[in-house]
Each structure stands twice: as structure tokens, then as C-alpha cells.
């Protein structure tokens, strides 16, 4: 049986030596690829069967000794060889503990002894094969044990090394199935020791879960790669919780990826954070949150819609005594989310908030705030909005100032030129047609208005603060 090769090596030069001068196919060996760097080799070996990895131990991105633990533990049948200077003493001592049969000195490769190095690794992988009654081929270790259990992280940031540690029965068969998400297989009479252990382990770190997996009977090892990865990032994600950390999961259930965006129900999900009184309405908020829950949202497109909702939050509110909202970072789970969604409303609640005034008045304020933003060019007054909001205008005007922190008047001024900032400075439009967008009629009373909240005339503030 021939010796599948991947030779690592970021100096193309060296990569090509080995390839083309060393006599592989005496030694029944076959290259079948080379890579540049850790990262390519490891998709590499993902989708190509490989047998042997030769591995240079300086690279940037990811070294070799960094690629040797994980290849190690996503393909425990790969036999190890490394690529070093002379002067790398303790890095071919770590090599060694990792399990590397050989290790070849960049400065011996002279033809003469290319044959003696071949000879001496091909011996050994015979040797260790001869010995083996069974292979250790993941897809024979998946089909000979009962038992699957699956860790892993939420943290993209965890120490790699972050299961090594644990002391498991030398029988329990680890294999990296993800970044951050190794799996354990064992059979019947070791798997409460394995449990045990591992369920210990996944409360002691946190975003963390355990995976009891089962109907893993007739599963390659790649197709329980992929299931997991598929359930990582389509199922987890919104399903992880803190007080729940130990899941079972089947492997025989289909999981239901999300292909397509109802757009319409996504609109519908951002007008209302936009638009609805879910500061203090809990029911609101409630069903805002389950209503984008339920749209099952992509990683990226959720962070792109969360970036849109802050920047919308912070222009419409720029002009009230609410702090400026921060957008989520690190997003790691739809809990996350959550618990960000609740900062935010507690944070509001408590910079507009008034225990003197009922919900009911809150969700008025709130809406004539809004009514302002989406109705800048119309003359609204505090009258126009009492009477929208069926309040007398008295105490209308009185609410409004205790819970924004400005007069309506104070605000709906500020708010008009804020906006004809935006104008002034992103397009070309005449004095006369912004004045038009912000409310005001008459030009010159709408640049007396500006040059008293910004100390300059309209022209001026444009062609001072314009980038050319």
C-alpha cells in the first residue's frame, strides 16, 4: 500500500527540492500535495487522503508545531515527519512528543542522503502499520465504538490546548472535529468515566456545551465533521443557553438550514425596533425579540442588521438625554443577543425613564419622538402631537420635557438641524430646499435658527466642515 505525502513548507524552494529530488517512489511513497502554510494544509488534508505529513517547523500564520496538534488530533492515522534547521533542538524535542516518527535537518538534504532518509521513515510508518492488528482510521474508530460525545466552545478566542488536560481512559478515542469542538468515542464500559469527566469539565467553562451524540451507527468520520459544523452554526447559535450545557443530539435528524431571507418578515422585524414602544411595553419587546429569533438569520447578516438598528437608534435619539447605544461585540450566540437587547431597553429606561409617569404615557412619548424624525419636513407642533396622542397639550409639553429632558420645542429645533447638517454636508442641494426638508418655509428665519445652534450661517457651515 503506498504512502500518501503532503509536504509544509512556506519557502516554495525548498517545497520543490523535496518534491522533485528525493526518490519517493522507491520508497512506495507518493506526494499527492504541498502547501505554504499551516491553514492550507489543513484544508488539504480535509479533502485528500494523505498518509504521511512532512511539516517545516518555522512558518508564519500557523507553525508547524501549532499544525501538528491539531492535524494530530483530526487525523490520528497521519504519520508525522518535520522539517528543521540544526539549531531547532527544543522544537524537534516538542515534535517528538507530539508524536512525529522522524525529523529531517534542512541541512542534510544532499542527494547522497536522501535515500537513507526515505528508507529510515518509510521503515518506521511500515513498522507501525505491521504492528497495528487495527487501523486507527477515524472511520473505523467512529464504527467500532458506541459511545459519541462532543465538546465545544463558543469562544473563537480559547486557548486551542483548552481539552488536553483532561485524564480520560486510554481507550477513549479524541478527534478534532472543528476548531474548538473535539469529539470523544468509547465504548460501553467507559463511557460514564468519559461523561463524567467531560460533563465536570463543560461547567467549568463557560460558553461551553456538551454534546451527547447518538444514531451515530453508519457515519463517516467527514460526514459527522460536517453535521457537526452544520449544527454548530445553524442550530447552537440560537439555541445555546448558560443553564442548559449538556444537549443530546442525533445525528440521524436533518438539520434545517436557512438558505433564504423572507425579506418581508425581516422588514417587519426592523420597523418594529425602529418604530414600536418596545422601551417600555414588554409585550412588544417580547415578541420583537421571538419575531427575529424565529428568522433564524445568518451570523453576518444579523450583525449587519444590529449594526443598521444602532445607527438608526442613535441618530433618531441623538438630541435626548439617552446615551449613545454601543454596539454589540463578539457575537457568539442568539443568548448573547439577548441579553444585549435587555441592556439596552434597561439602559433607556433609565436615562428617559420616570416612575411618575404609567407605561402608557411612555409609549406617547416615545411615538411623538419618533413622529418628529419621520415628519421633519412637516410644521408639527406640540398641539399637532397632543392632539395625535389624545393628551392635552399642557401636559403634553410638561410629560415630554420630564422624559426627553428638553422642551418639545427644544428638541423638534435641534433635531431640524441635525438633519440639515446631513444635507449640508452630503449633498449639493440649494439653502432653499433643505430649509424646505427640515420644516421651515422661510429661508432666512431658517438660517437665523442655525447660526444660533451652530454659530455659523448655513454657507458657511458648509464650506467650513465639507470634505472636498
Not at 91 to 109: F, H, N, S, T
Not at 142 to 151: L, Q, R
Not at 277 to 294: A, G, V
Amino acid at each position: 500500500m503506498s504512502i500518501k505525502v503532503l509536504v509544509v513548507d512556506d519557502d516554495k524552494l525548498v517545497r520543490r527540492g523535496l518534491i522533485s529530488f528525493m526518490p519517493w517512489k522507491d520508497f512506495g511513497m507518493e506526494v499527492v500535495g504541498e502547501a505554504s502554510n499551516g491553514e492550507k494544509a489543513l484544508e488539504f488534508l480535509e479533502s485528500h487522503s494523505v498518509d504521511l505529513l512532512v511539516t517545516d517547523l518555522s512558518m508564519p500564520l500557523m507553525s508547524g508545531i501549532e499544525l501538528m496538534r491539531i492535524a494530530r488530533m483530526r487525523f490520528p492515522h497521519l504519520h508525522l515527519v518535520v522539517l528543521t534547521l540544526h539549531q531547532d533542538f527544543e522544537y524537534i524535542q516538542e515534535a517528538l512528543r507530539l508524536g512525529a516518527i522522524d525529523y529531517i535537518a534542512k541541512v542534510q538534504m544532499e542527494e547522497e542522503q536522501f535515500e537513507e532518509i526515505l528508507g529510515r521513515i518509510a521503515a518506521r510508518i511500515n513498522e507501525q502499520r505491521s504492528q497495528s492488528t487495527k487501523s486507527l482510521h477515524p472511520d473505523k474508530i467512529v464504527a467500532e465504538n458506541k459511545y459519541g460525545y462532543a465538546m465545544l466552545s463558543l469562544d473563537r478566542e480559547i486557548d486551542p490546548n483548552w481539552l488536553h488536560e483532561l485524564q480520560l481512559p486510554a481507550h477513549a478515542f479524541m478527534m478534532e472535529a472543528d476548531r474548538n469542538c473535539s469529539v470523544w468515542f468509547t465504548k460501553e464500559e467507559q463511557h460514564s468515566e468519559v461523561f463524567d469527566t467531560l460533563s465536570e469539565k463543560v461547567h467549568l467553562e463557560q460558553e461551553s456545551v456538551l454534546l451527547i451524540l447518538s444514531d451515530i451507527d453508519g457515519y463517516s468520520w467527514k460526514d459527522m465533521q460536517r453535521s457537526l459544523r452544520v449544527y454548530k452554526e445553524n442550530v447552537l447559535f440560537y439555541d445555546y443557553h448558560p443553564d442548559h450545557k449538556i444537549i443530546h443530539v442525533s445525528l440521524s435528524e436533518d438539520v434545517h438550514v436557512q438558505t433564504e431571507t423572507d425579506e418581508s418578515a425581516l422588514e417587519k422585524v426592523k420597523e418594529g425596533w425602529l418604530f414600536s414602544t418596545w422601551f417600555h411595553n414588554d409585550t412588544s419587546f417580547n415578541r420583537l425579540l421571538q419575531e427575529m429569533k424565529l428568522l433564524r438569520l445568518q451570523e453576518k447578516q444579523l450583525i449587519g442588521l444590529l449594526y443598521s438598528l444602532v445607527i438608526e437608534w442613535n441618530r433618531r435619539f441623538t438630541n435626548t438625554q439617552l446615551s449613545k447605544i454601543q454596539m454589540i461585540n463578539n457575537v457568539r450566540s442568539w443568548y448573547q443577543v439577548e441579553q444585549w437587547f435587555s441592556k439596552i431597553r434597561k439602559d433607556i429606561q433609565e436615562s428617559i425613564g420616570n416612575s411618575a409617569y404609567s407605561q402608557e404615557i411612555m409609549d406617547c412619548i416615545t411615538r411623538a419622538v419618533l413622529m418628529v424624525q419621520e415628519e421633519l419636513s412637516e410644521q408639527l407642533t406640540a398641539a399637532e402631537l397632543a392632539q395625535r396622542l389624545n393628551l392635552s397639550r399642557g401636559y403634553f409639553s410638561q410629560c415630554f420635557k420630564d422624559i426627553i429632558g428638553k422642551t418639545f420645542n427644544e428638541y423638534s429645533r435641534s433635531v431640524r438641524i441635525e438633519k440639515a447638517k446631513e444635507y449640508l454636508l452630503n449633498t449639493n442641494h440649494t439653502i432653499v430646499w433643505i430649509a424646505e426638508q427640515t420644516g421651515y418655509s422661510d429661508e432666512k428665519y431658517f438660517s437665523r435658527i442655525f447660526r444660533e445652534l451652530t454659530g455659523e450661517l448655513p454657507s458657511e457651515y458648509r464650506q467650513t466642515h465639507r470634505m472636498n
